[in-house]
Every structure is written in C-alpha cells, then in structure tokens.
C-alpha cells in the first residue's frame, strides 16, 4: 500500500470537497457543451433567414459562454484533478497509470476546443455564415469529444466490465454503463445550454419582447430530448450493479433522498420545459429562466451525488475501496497491519494518553478518514454513540456485514481494537487520562469474526457477476 | 540488450520523461506571454509618462491577447500535469497533499486573475487613473506570480523525500523550501522576461504590427525586458552554484547537469546578445527565425536540466514498475491520431481566419 500523507479538514468531510468542485465543474462544462449545441442550431437558423436577433444572440451568448465556461470551466476542471489527490491519491493514480493516454485525447480535444473557440469569439463578425458554422460545428464536436471520453473514464469507476479481466482501456472505456451515460449526460447539455440561453436572451439589451419570444421558442426546441430522459435514466439504472441499484432505490435513505431530490427537479424542469415551453409556447421571463437554470443545477448535484455513492464501498469497483486500499491488498494489510508502514506521525498537539489511542488515531486516518470525520459532518462518534464496546469491537469486525457499502475492515485485530479505543477515547470528550480494558479473550473475539466475515465485500456475489465481471 | 541510462532510466521513463519536457516547454512559452506581459504593462505603466500608453501599440496587443494567451497556457498546462502523474505520481501526490491548501489556493488564485485580464481588456480600465490602474496590473501579476511561487513550492518538495514526515508533523517547516523555491523563481522569471520578447516579434509579424512607428520606438523596451531576464536567470543560477547551495543540493554536482546547464546559459546568453546588437520588431523573417532556434536550444536544454536535477532525487528505478505498467495501457495511437487530427483541425480554423481577414466579406 502506498502511504500518504493525509489532510483532515476540522468538520468537513474531505468528499465534501470533492463533491462541491465536481458538481459545478460538470454542470458548466455540460452547459459549455450544450452551448456550442444551442449556437449551432441558431447559426444555421441565421442562415436560413435574416433574423437580426438571431445574430445578436449568437454573440452575445457565445460571450457568455467564453466568460463563463473557458475561465471557470477550465479551472475547476484542474481543481477536480487537484482536489481528487486531496481526497484519495491512491484513486487518481491508478486512474492515471491505466487511462492516461485517453486523458491525453481529452487534451488534445481542449487544445481544438480552444482554438476554434477563440476563433469564432474574436472574428466571427468578420468571417460569413458558413465559416462562422464551420467554426461552432468543431467547437461543439470537441467539446462533445472531450465528454465522450471522460464519461467513459467516470463510468468505468462503477462498472468497470470486462475491464476487471483485461485491464484493457477499451474494455474500460465501453464499460456497461457508458451508453446510458453519455446519452444521458448529452440530454442535460441540451437542456443546460438551452435554459441558459433563455437567460441570455431576457439579459440582452436593446430587443423587443417579440425578439426574445421567437428566440425562447427556438431555444427551448433543444429541451425536446428531455422527454427520452425517464427511458435513459432507466436505462442507466438497469446497467447500474444490482447492488448499487438496490441502495439508490430504497437501500440507502441519503441516496434515495438525493436521488428523489434529483428525479424531482428534473421533472419540474422537464414539465415546465415540455409543457410550458415546447408545447404551449409559453414565454418565459429571466427570472424563470434562472429559477429553472438552478433546479437544473440542483438536479445535476443530486445526480452526481447519486453516481458517486452508489459506488461504494469502492472508488473504482471491484478493485479499489473508497480508503484507497486495493481489494487484493486487505488479507496482506490483516496480517502486516495498516499503520505499521505508515511512515506519517500524528499531527496532534497533545500526546494521545494511551498507546492504544495513538495506534487506533494512526488506524482512523488510513482508513477512515477518506470518507468520514472523527466528530463533525459523517462523524464516527455519532454514528457509533450507541454502540457498547463489544458491539463496536463486533461490527467493526465484520464491517461489510454491518453496513453494506463499507469496506472490509484492513487492519490487525490490534489495530481493530485500537480503533475502537480511540472512537471511546473520542466520544468520552478525549479526557486526559485513559485507560484500555482490552485483554486477550478481545483480540481473540475480533480476529474470529473478522474470519467469518472474510475479506471480500458483503456484495461480492452479485457484484462480481452482475455484469460478466471476474475478480483478478 | 541493456537499455538502462543513467538515473535508472528505462525506455518507458525515457519516453515518458521526452515527453514531458516538450509539454512543459509548450506550457512555459505560453505563461512566458502571460508572466512577461504582466511585467511588461506594469513596467510601462510605472515608469511611462503618457497616460494612455498602455492603449497604444504593444500595450494593447498584449492587453487584447492576455486572456488568450491566459487560456492556452492553462490548456497547456494540463499535458505536464498529466505526464508528471505518471512519472513520478507517489512525488507528485505527496508534494500537493503536504501543501494542502496553500497548494488548493491557486485555483482561485487563477480565477480572479484570469477576471482580471478580462478586466483589463475594458473601456474601464483604460479610462481609469493611474493609481487604479496599477493596482489592477499589480493584482493579476500576485495572483499569477503566487501560482508560479505554488508550483516551484511542489516542485521543490517533490525532492525532499526525507523532510516529508517531519513536514508533515509541523507545517511550518515547509518554509525550508522557501530559498529553493525563490532560487527557482527567480531563474524561471527571468526566462518568461525572456521568452516574451519573442512572443511579441512572431505575434506583431503574425497581425503586421511591426510596421507601426510605435511599436518600432517601443521595441527597445523589449531589448530592456531580455537584459533583465538575462540578468535576473542568472543571479538565480549564480545563487546555485554557490557553495553552500551545492552543499545542500548534492544532485547540482552532477556532471550531465552542469554540462547541460551550461549550454543552456550559453544558448541563453546567445539569445541576449543577439537582442542587444539586432532590431529583431520589424525585421524579416531569417532574424526572426535564427532568434528562435537560439532560444529553443537553450530552453529545451533548460527543461532537461530541471528534469535530470529532479531524476537526480527521486528514486525512478524504484518506480519503474509503476511506470511500465502506465507504458502498457492501451490508447497511445489513439492519442497520436487525435494529435494529428485536432492540429490539422486548429490550422484549418486558424487559416480560415487568416484568409478571411486578408480578403474582408464585402457587405
């Protein structure tokens, strides 16, 4: 196991981090997509009639996008990378070492992205229609592109495929659910880019409300293809592994709500859009247009939480959990002990008051703190305050069986104690002195039930054959 | 047949490693009109007398390009940050988890800069006194020199492998990069200085500003900004070959890296004499082009040399397996037929720009 070290964030949990800079990230760069989607259809619309407006938008809106998508696009897209080694290196590295060269054809797709980008920005009034279209048609084909790709990588974390087997990227790449999330995700860039068009067009000066009607009533034909999101989405779900499915759809009740949360922004934004929009023609001012622009913005939260929970206890399926410690990695880590090659001291100011306290801190952050906090926001000393030693000792043991999207436990059976000692120490309020009632007959007890639960995740069975998939 | 090189090179790092430098150098030349041009204004700004001197000629071009300019080498910037993943990840990864937030700052830190160029692009700015301008130009030039200062912090503490747990323990010891990383600052400054003159020669013969009084007077400006560049590059690389910075930094005596130091300095100050006897704004083509190929040469010779002093460090050998494993992943002529696909696409738009502004739409 790689050791690294590890940074807490006082009552945020480091997935917070992650989940806030890649929501946002995703929600414009799926607009950046859509956008150039939405510019197209207007550009050749110009060129079917000589609708001022029409042209008046298409570099008003396309300003909008360059301020928008080529500055806080661009950089949350390297904070993601950035924030995603904050929160589990072991991740992104092994992310990295398989898909880097698809990485690369992603860049290669930014580079293109940019430069017919800036092109079209700086003299699309200086160049004729077609070659204006020309230039949006290659902008939206890379950035569609670059989309193409990295789903292809997003998706291969929770179905990895035949990729398990192989280890080959196109197996990774055209894993089980890499259709339905591109169709789905290509949907939303539609929808974005369109809504956000609506907006533009009630902020642009100097046109008349019959200007802005004709341009809503264009825009809002992209908001069509919500119609085939129930199908999608389901389509999603049955590629999803049975397991996974089982926790959005009722397993899990943090899933569930976010995924409620999400299915229930989407159809207010799919009815009105529908509806309203496409088929009663309805105009829609700037303040419903933003109003719908941010149910839209919670719907992508929503989802994109879904889609990162519902890979747990993994980071990467079948092979990797969410504390970074491979699936082929924990019987080793059982038997040499986690913390035993961590070359990481403590940060703490105070000496721990036990030796056991100290280990089972040094345990906590190698494989808990990727996901929880010791106190604040997912805390364990809340989610075991009611839990007597000998349960803890019990369920912690056998932690894929207590909770199903937890890993299996990776440590000694000391270390197992020592944890335990340390989540009492915690939950006591970390008083100064501290003595551990542990004897041999615990260390006994822990190493047998984590025999019976084994090494495996609780799910392995249906996971591991859900979809093809072998475990190496 | 024994592949190995030096430093544990084995052809899957040798490769890696080749292409590394030349995305560095693509990244580099793009920050150098970034960093350069921000030196450049604010040098304009402070010391000019005219007080619309950074609305005419060069100061306008570069104001009118920054964001530009601010973009590619973002996007540019984006193939090292992969490339050095895969070189020498476990390095990387401890480096940005050990600055933690003070390394997480340079997004925003880009962000308001990146604003700010659009800022300075407005009727606004160019209205506005003085005083409010400079203190525009000084924001976005802390903002951008804070992500340099970042990135040699990382780079820095990338190597010092033995610190990490200490670090760790007390983060207030991360200041002991802190003379490194100023060392590295100061030489990679001076090198952007450097590099923008260039920048601005090929962008004026690209846009025909280089018939233009005023950018002809200004261009000994940009002889001034090659001279401090020269200057500033080595008193970074002087500091380093001082005694006591060599005794610290072992890896600096090392005889590949002196050698290839040293034609670097030399291409480098190759490239300033040429600056200083040569009007290089408004000259044809083989100046231009001769100027160039001097500057290559002792920037990729440069970029080599940051990386054997880093390969010098860090145990490559050690991760060799890593490496070979990343070698064996599929997709790498996908990633040359994309090159290859989306640069003939980025010079067809940009040709069909150029022809359409050669021969304007007749209304």
């Known amino acids: 196991m790689d050791y690294y070290p590890i940074n807490e964030y006082g009552p945020i949990m480091p997935g917070m981090m992650m989940a806030a800079v890649a929501i946002v990230h995703v929600f414009l760069a799926q607009f950046t997509i859509g956008g150039g989607m939405l510019l197209c259809y207007f550009q050749w619309q110009a060129m079917r009639e000589t609708s001022g407006s029409l042209r008046k938008f298409i570099g008003g809106y396309f300003k909008a996008l360059v301020m928008v998508s080529f500055v806080l696009g661009a950089l949350t897209g390297v904070a993601i990378w950035l924030t995603s080694i904050q929160v589990g290196p072991q991740t992104i590295q092994l992310m990295v070492q398989h898909f880097h060269w698809i990485w690369g054809v992603e860049w290669t797709l930014f ?4 430069a017919s980008g800036y092109c079209f ?13 020309t230039l949006l048609l290659i902008y939206t084909a890379a950035s569609w592109g670059s989309l193409f790709w990295v789903n292809g990588i997003l998706s291969w974390q929770l179905t990895p495929g035949r990729w398990l087997a192989s280890e080959s990227v196109w197996d ?13 995700r290509t949907i939303v860039a539609l929808c974005l880019g369109s809504l956000a068009g609506c907006v533009v067009i009630n902020l642009m000066p100097g046109m008349d409300r019959e200007a802005r009607a004709d341009l809503i009533r264009r825009a809002s034909k992209l908001l069509i293809p919500m119609g085939a999101m129930p199908l999608v989405g389901a389509w999603y779900l049955m590629e999803m592994p049975a397991d996974s499915r089982s926790w959005v759809l009722g397993g899990s009740g943090t899933m569930t709500l976010f995924l409620i949360g999400s299915v229930g922004a989407s159809v207010a934004v799919g009815g009105y859009a529908l509806i309203g929009m496409v088929y009663q023609r309805l105009y829609i001012n700037g303040a419903t247009g933003t109003l719908l622009l941010s149910l839209s913005f919670v719907a992508t939260g929503g989802g994109e939480f879904v889609r990162e929970g519902s890979r747990k206890p993994f980071t990467i399926r079948g092979r990797m959990y969410s504390n970074g410690v491979r699936m082929d990695q924990v019987n080793r880590l059982r038997r040499s002990g986690v913390t035993s090659y961590d070359p990481y001291p403590l940060r703490r100011k105070k000496d721990p008051p036990d030796f056991r306290i100290f280990y089972g801190a040094l345990t906590y952050r190698n494989l808990c703190s990727s996901c929880h906090t010791v106190s604040g926001i997912n805390g364990l000393v809340h989610l075991v305050s009611t839990w007597d030693m000998e349960q803890m000792r019990h369920n912690i043991s056998k932690l894929q069986q207590t909770k199903a999207f937890m890993p299996p436990f990776a440590g000694r059976p000391e270390e197992l104690e020592a944890l335990v ?15 551990s009632d542990t004897t041999d007959r615990d260390l006994v007890k822990i190493r047998l039930w984590m025999n019976e639960a084994g090494s495996k995740p609780a799910t392995i069975g249906k996971l591991l054959t859900n979809s093809g998939e072998v475990p190496r | 047949m024994n592949w190995e090189l030096p430093y544990g090179l084995y052809p899957a790092s040798q490769f890696y490693v080749l292409i590394y430098v030349f995305a560095f150098l693509g990244h580099f030349t793009a920050v150098s009109y970034v960093m350069g041009g921000m030196f450049y204004l604010s040098a304009r700004q402070m010391f000019s007398r005219e007080s619309n001197d950074l609305n005419l000629g060069v100061g306008l071009l570069v104001r009118d390009w920054m964001p530009f300019a601010l973009s590619v080498a973002i996007t540019l910037g984006v193939a090292p940050l992969l490339f050095v993943q895969v070189i020498y990840p476990k390095n990387f990864y401890t480096a940005n ?6 390394w997480m700052m340079i997004i925003p830190a880009l962000i308001v800069g990146f604003y700010l160029l659009y800022l300075m692009k407005t009727r606004f700015f160019e209205i506005s006194s003085r005083g409010v301008r400079m203190v525009i130009l000084a924001s976005t030039t802390m903002c951008f020199m804070f992500v340099g200062a970042g990135w040699s912090s990382n780079h820095v503490l990338m190597e010092l492998d033995t610190s990490w747990p200490h670090i760790y323990y007390d983060i207030s010891t991360v200041d002991t990069v802190l003379p490194y990383m100023l060392v590295r600052m100061c030489v990679w400054t001076g090198g952007m200085l450097m590099t923008f003159p260039m920048l601005i020669v090929w962008q004026s013969r690209w846009i025909g500003l280089e018939s233009g009084e005023e950018t002809r007077r200004k261009s000994g400006e940009l002889v001034r900004m090659v001279r401090s560049g020269a200057i500033l590059a080595l008193i970074g690389l002087g500091i380093t070959f001082h005694p006591w910075m060599r005794s610290e930094w072992e890896q600096l005596n090392d005889w590949l890296l002196h050698r290839v130091l040293i034609t670097s300095v030399l291409s480098g100050a190759l490239y300033w004499a040429y600056w200083e006897s040569v009007s290089l704004i408004g000259s044809g083509l083989s100046r231009a082009c001769v100027m160039t190929a001097v500057w290559s040469v ?17 145990d490559l050998e050690h991760q060799q397996e890593i490496i070979e494993n990343a070698a064996g992943a599929g997709g790498f002529w996908l990633f040359v037929l994309s090159v290859v696909i989306s640069g003939f696409l980025i010079r067809f738009c940009v040709r069909m720009v150029a022809h359409r502004l050669k021969d304007p739409v007749k209304a």
């Not at chain 1, 580079?111 to 940019?114: A, D, H, Q, R, W």
């Not at chain 1, 990774?172 to 789905?184: A, D, H, K, M, Y």
């Open chain 1, 421 to 435: 000692q340390f989540l009492a120490w915690s939950r006591a309020g970390r008083p100064e002195e501290w003595e």
């Open chain 2, 298 to 314: 002792g920037a990729v010779l440069g970029g080599f040399a940051r990386e054997i002093n880093r390969i010098e460090v860090i």
């Open chain 2, 97 to 102: 988890l050990l600055l933690g937030w003070r």
């Open chain 1, 121 to 133: 920005y700086r003299y699309h009034e200086r160049l004729t229609d077609r070659e204006g279209l």
């Open chain 1, 172 to 184: 990774g790449i055209f894993n089980p659910s890499f259709w339905p999330s591109l169709v789905f």
């Open chain 1, 111 to 114: 580079c293109l992205e940019i």
